[in-house]
């Protein structure tokens, strides 16, 4: 609350912990919300934080707006504080815990979800990426929010480019196998499961699951289908 002393502040987002488990999916999870919060204090102090996570936020009143159904209401929440001239803070002391999964199928399902949705948001408020009226912060949403969900189609691209050069050079076959090793390595976790007690196996299968489920997120949005209800994904 201490930062709605600022009144350029028009809201603030809170940091987010997965619960604690023996490993499996939600380690590897817990490893992506760290390196999360780690963008996310670099944003702040670059200006201020993109979006909020839905754990734990808050807005001042006069931002708030009525939210479609078919989006990623919190991102769709917080960036009418953007909207509006205003920075979103983000504050690491304000801590949610979170339990998750353990099963791939839903974790998998609930991430398409969660990009179809915030894919439809930022669609809705692409005004925001003009450096002209958001300034820096425009750059911030574009490579946070669009180019990294662009992954999963460049990381293909990646591998057709390498299959069309491998043999232009050392450099090109090097990079060839190492794309057709990390593969290897996720296409055995999903195969054995028990291979993801082993931090590699279990870091590149959850990596890779989530780079997937953010492509069909984004080619589900573009066939039409849109995810009107929200069902937390939890063990």
């Not at 600022?6 to 809201?11: A, E, I, L």
């Not at 702040?44 to 931002?63: D, F």
């Not at 976790?189 to 997937?212: D, N």
Request: glycine share 10%; net charge positive; aromatic share 12%.
């Amino acid at each position: 609350l201490s930062h709605y002393a600022d009144p350029d502040v028009g809201g603030v987002c809170g940091s987010i912990r997965v619960a604690k488990s023996g490993g499996g999916i939600s380690s590897a999870e817990g490893f992506y919300w760290r390196y999360d919060q780690a963008l996310k204090a670099a944003e702040n102090n670059l200006g201020g934080a993109v979006s909020a996570q839905g754990t734990l936020h808050s807005l001042r009143r006069e931002h708030v707006r009525p939210v479609a159904a078919d989006v990623a209401d919190d991102f769709a929440m917080s960036v009418q504080a953007v909207v509006d001239g205003k920075r979103l803070v983000y504050e690491p002391k304000a801590v949610g815990v979170e339990p998750v999964t353990e099963k791939a199928y839903r974790e998998f399902g609930r991430r398409v979800r969660s990009t179809e949705r915030g894919w439809r948001a930022l669609m809705a408020n692409w005004a925001l990426l003009n450096p002209g009226r958001t300034g820096f912060y425009a750059f911030q949403l574009f490579a946070h929010k669009l180019l990294r969900r662009c992954v999963p189609f460049l990381m293909l691209l990646l591998f057709l480019l390498s299959c069309l050069t491998l043999w232009e050079g050392p450099v090109y076959l090097v990079a060839f196998w190492l794309q057709v090793a990390l593969y290897a390595v996720g296409f055995l976790a999903l195969l054995l499961p028990r291979l993801r007690a082993f931090p590699i196996f279990r870091h590149v299968f959850f990596g890779l699951m989530s780079l997937t489920a953010m492509g069909v997120g984004i080619v589900n949005y573009y066939l039409g289908r849109r995810s009107m209800t929200w069902t937390p994904v939890r063990d």
